[in-house]
């Protein structure tokens, strides 16, 4: 449920800056969120689905990318994500590593018609 606040975030400055634009219909919004932002892209699309109804928006869709938090050495500073370690630096073999939290959430680009 948490989505539907981000949701009415995103559904207003969308709209406001379509209204401004005189733009017809927004077809699509491009989303980026790090992995750690804890939104689900589909669950934020359904609201919009509901939200958008008679509205330029109406039948929009949401594509979002997924950035991935990434991890610094702190001895040999090269950063790499998440992913690709176990509990050691892949460069230097270093346990001093610290997360760098992904938690971006961003209206990129919208597309209309």
């Known amino acids: 449920m948490h ?18 634009a005189g733009v017809n219909h927004v077809d699509k919004i491009h989303l980026l969120l790090g992995d750690q932002c804890d939104y689900v892209p589909e669950i934020i699309e359904q609201y919009l689905q509901v939200m958008s109804e008679g509205t330029p928006l109406a039948g929009v869709k949401v594509d979002a990318t997924i950035k991935e938090s990434t991890v610094l050495c702190t001895d040999c500073r090269s ?10 630096c892949p460069e230097c073999g270093s346990s001093n590593l610290k997360l ?3 938690t971006d959430f961003i209206v990129k680009n919208i597309e209309v018609s």
């Open 3 to 20: 989505e539907l606040a981000v949701t009415e975030y995103v559904f207003n400055l969308v709209k406001k800056q379509a209204d401004a």
């Open 79 to 88: 950063t790499f994500t998440r992913h690709q370690f176990s509990d050691r």
């Open 100 to 102: 760098q939290r992904c």
